[in-house]
Every structure is written in C-alpha cells, then in structure tokens.
C-alpha cells in the first residue's frame, strides 16, 4: 500500500477511535470503591506483602499503603490501577495535590488529587519513606 | 534461481479492516453492555504502538530482508511458489513462530521486544496492535534461516508471517467466548489466547501459538481457560505510564540498569540478559517458576492442576 495512503489512514483511523472512546465515556478513571478494594488493588501488585494500613484519599483516586516492607501507594491507570513503593520518590505540593517523581522508568511520575489537609498529610508521610 | 518473486503486503492492507473491526468490537460492547472493555489511554497507546511497529518495519525491514536474500544466495534448494508449497510455508512458519514467542517468553533479551504486547490490562482489539519497535533487535529473525535454506522464498516467509499476524488480530478479544470444539481443538482461539495474555500464576508461560494450538500440545505448554478462574490480563508489575516510548524501550533500560550494576561478574551480566525474565544473581526477584511455585503454597489444593505443576519437595 502507498504511504500515501497507509500514513493518513493510520492517522485518521487513530485519532477517530480514541475521540470516539472519549465521547462514548470511555476515558474516565478508576476508583477504588473502599479500603478493601485498595488493599485488593495492592495485593494485586505485591501479592506476598499485605497492607497494614490503607488511607483512601477523599475523592477514592489513590491509596496509601503501609506495609511489614514499606511506603506505597496506588493510583489509578486508566480504567484501572497500578501500584508501587516509594522508596526514593521525590515529592512536591502542587495546587490540587501531590506530584511523585519516581526512579522508575516504568513509572516516573504520579499524580495525587489531594484536599488540602490530605497533601500536608500524606506528604509528612510519604516524606518519612522516600 | 528466483529471487524478482514478491507478495503482497499483507498487514498493511489489512489496516483497513483492523480499523472496522475495532469499531464493531466497540459497537458490540456498547450495545450489549458486555464482552470486553476499553479506555481511551489504553487503546490510544496500543494503537500508536501498532503504527510504530509498522513504522520500525519500513525503517528497519531491510536488515532482516537483507539477512533473508544473503540466506536465499547460498541456497542450492527452490521450492517454488505453488500453492501448496505456500500452504507448507505457512505450516512452518506457524512452528517457527511457536518457538520465537516461547524464546519471547523465556529469553529476557526477547522478552525485553515482546512485553509490550502485554503491558495493556485490557484485552480487545487495540490489544494485538500493541506491536514491537524493536524486534529487529532481538536477531530472533535467524529462526527463519532454516526455511529459506530449505528453498521457501524469502518474500513467501516474510507473506505467510503476515498472514499469521492477521489470523491472530481476530483472537485478541473477550466479546468471543468458545468457539465450536473441532476449532478449539486446532486452532489458536481467543479462548486460548485469553489466558496467555493472563498475569495469573496459572495463566503465566503458556499458549504461546500463532495459528495452530497443536504446537501447544504437542510441546506440552498448553493449558486452558477455566471457568472458576477468570483471566487478569496484563504484567506481573503493571506499568505506571501510557507513554508509547516508555511501553517500548522499558524491559531495554531495565537490562541495561541490570546488567550495568557495579559487583557482578560478566556471567551474572549475560544472565540478566538471556535468563527468564525475573531472574536476579541475588534472588530478590521472582520468575514466574518461583510465583507458580509461591502461589501453590497458599493455594495447594491447585497443584496438579492445569498450568500449576503437583507440588514437590523442590516447590514445598
């Protein structure tokens, strides 16, 4: 097939799925439903080490973990979720929460949609990890 | 000797088709309200995955091409293009893919090309579009060399893998349930592709078939999809970014980061590179020998079964 053709096809083929994925809904984020469902989503990841203690942010976004091993957290991927530990994580305020830079190159960077006493809180406790 | 042969390029022209089948995949699920999921990210990513792979094929198609005609000069042997030497090709090549994607599977330095196929937590058709950039640099195209030295042409090869990558489009969904059993019996399904897209410690190494299930069965590493355990689709660690660059160089940079680190000896160095995946010269980590045999600890009653080999002193 000509690129002439093949290259705008790809484009236009591309670009319509993913606007049509976004108008039919299909971009929304995952939420983690409770504590148990966090704790699911963890052990999901790190199935050998189960959290001692789950702190949900207010919106259901992300979780906090606390382990036997260490700091974690998770957040969502999408329409699902991923986790990670936060060991060497570097952590900043931002005006709608926190952003979590990772030595991670599958997973550089976070971003946490806090209030406002859930940033200074989960900052001081993230801090005492990374 | 024939070497002006061509065929057509299959995979490009069924870039049409891919797109209306996704589309009628969406539709499906859209209506009835079932048979798989999508996200806007997630297929986003697949789908720019797939225009990459298409793109490294243009860029970088000539290295194996150029390997492949080497090959085809020092061949005495031509077999010609008859239909039925096509259909012997495809056969073939349908084995030599069997053994490629189980080297993807076991090989971390293949592993590192193939994993991105496997990085999505969905499973529909954006899914198998989720294609290598960098399988060139595997040298997996040296499994090939055998069936152009036995005289298949090189442009048959290259048109019979094409086919095979098209037969496997249509397996990538969850809107399929089983198909008739004579089918399931032979032929790779999505059935049978569901699970080896599964991250499940039962679901872990298996069903590695393009077209024909039998090879699976034949080499024993078929195991398939159980009612009572629903597939999990995605990686052992799931990835934390929808950055196609980072989907498709992660595994490269995780051997490099390996392998560079200072203490080791060099065989510990080539061990991160050709070990399974997970393997560690410390054993922090698990390979998915270690998490079947870590899983049938807790779930003991699961030994024996498919996919999870009977408990030994060895897994005890």
């Known amino acids: 097939m000509p690129l002439s053709i093949l290259v705008p096809m790809v484009g236009l083929g ?25 704790r699911a989503a963890w052990l999901r990841e790190f199935p050998g080490d189960a959290p001692l203690r789950v702190t949900l942010c207010h919106d259901r976004s992300a979780a906090l973990i606390a382990t036997d091993t260490g700091r974690g957290v998770i957040w969502p991927m999408g ?3 991923t986790a990670r530990y936060l060991n060497g994580a570097q952590i900043k305020p931002t005006r709608t929460g926190l952003h979590i830079d990772l030595p991670d190159y599958t997973a550089p960077r976070i971003q946490l949609t806090l209030d406002a006493g859930e940033t200074a809180e989960w900052q001081n406790s993230l801090e005492e990890t990374a | ?7 057509p390029d299959v995979v490009n022209w069924a870039v049409p088709f891919f797109i209306a089948a996704i589309l009628a995949e ?18 986003l990513t697949s789908l720019l995955m797939g225009a990459g792979n298409v793109a490294s094929g243009i860029l970088l198609g000539f290295i194996t091409y150029g390997f492949f005609m080497v090959l085809w000069e020092i061949t005495p042997l031509d077999l010609g293009t008859s239909v039925t030497m096509i259909a012997l090709c495809f056969v073939l090549d349908d084995l030599r893919y069997y053994w490629v994607h189980r080297f993807g599977h076991r090989i971390r330095w293949v592993w590192a090309s193939h994993v991105n196929h496997h990085s999505s937590q969905h499973y529909n058709l954006t899914t198998a579009l989720r294609q290598t950039w960098t399988g060139t640099f595997t040298f997996m195209m040296v499994v090939r060399a055998p069936l152009i030295l036995l005289g298949f042409h090189p442009a048959m090869v290259l048109f019979v893998g094409g086919l095979n990558l098209i037969y496997q489009f249509w397996i990538h969904t969850d809107a399929i349930g089983k198909m008739p059993r004579w089918f399931e019996a032979v032929m790779n399904t999505p059935s049978h592709h569901r699970v080896h897209h599964g991250r499940n410690p039962r679901y872990l190494d298996c069903n590695y078939a393009g077209v024909f299930i039998i090879w699976d069965k034949i080499f024993g590493t078929f195991v398939p999809e159980m009612e009572e355990e629903k597939v999990d689709y995605g990686l052992v660690h799931n990835l934390g970014t929808f950055n196609p660059i980072r989907v498709a160089f992660h595994e490269w940079m995780g051997i490099f980061r390996d392998a560079t680190q200072p203490g080791l000896t060099w065989r510990e160095r080539l061990n991160y590179c050709i070990m399974p995946p997970g393997w560690s010269h410390d054993g922090s980590r698990e390979t998915s020998t270690a ?6 600890q807790t779930h003991p009653e699961a030994s024996g079964t498919p996919g999870l080999p009977p408990l030994t002193e060895h897994t005890l």
Not at chain 1, 14 to 38: K, N, W
Request: glycine share 8%; aromatic share 6%; proline share 0%.
């Open chain 1, 79 to 81: 329409a699902d979720t």
């Open chain 2, 1 to 7: 000797m024939s070497d002006m042969i061509t065929f």
């Open chain 1, 14 to 38: 591309i670009s319509g799925i993913a606007v049509l994925l976004h108008l039919l809904g299909l971009s929304r984020q995952a939420t983690l439903a409770d504590e148990a469902a966090a």
């Open chain 2, 26 to 43: 969406l539709l499906w699920i859209a209506i009835r309200g079932r048979g798989g999921r999508y996200e806007t990210r997630d297929a």
């Open chain 2, 291 to 296: 998490i079947k045999a870590r899983h049938m």
